[in-house]
């Protein structure tokens, strides 16, 4: 059995000042230029969970209707072309990928809900399917913008007037966020 891994042979790492590879969460209200930013990355991806991008000329989108469409684009992204045409793949949005990897997952079990898959298990099912495929992505070298919308969450701290300070935060579910969050680099809030 041949072995590939060199150690010896290991140059050390270098940081770019550009986005290329580098694993981004951009969050923000409706129409605030999260696409926009997107589109501004070059060679990118767009993986339209979403249609949010009717307005955006000189993209490459392909729409993702269910989690299998996205299984078959990840399967693409292995080929080499898809290195030669691709930089970065952008996620448009996280929120509702996470949705049809749980219907995915709800589907492949053959339950309606995540809750009724036995012992719990469900959601590790779907916290290793998700994270799995992003991380694939990863190792393949390209880079990933998540797109979030933005929620407000009242916090326990008040102002000097005694009003509650209401913190702004990315609207994912706690174990998408979590999954996210242990992949990129930079998380960004967007606002107008």
Known sequence: MANDIDIFSLEPSK????????????????KTGKSTFGSQLPRSLFLNFEQGTNALAGIRSVPILRWGDFKKVLTQLKKPQAREMYDSIVVDTASIAWQLCEKYVCQREGVDSIRDIPWGQGWGM???????????ITL???????IAHSKDKPTEMRDENGETITA???????QCYTI??????IIGYLQV
């Open 15 to 30: 940081i770019s000042r550009d986005l290329k590879g580098k694993f981004l969460l951009i969050y923000g209200q409706p």
């Open 126 to 136: 779907l916290r290793n399917e998700f994270s799995e495929c992003w991380r694939e």
């Open 140 to 146: 393949l070298g390209f880079g990933i913008l998540f």
């Open 168 to 174: 702004v935060a990315p609207d994912l579910p706690n």
């Open 180 to 185: 996210i969050n242990s992949i990129v680099d």
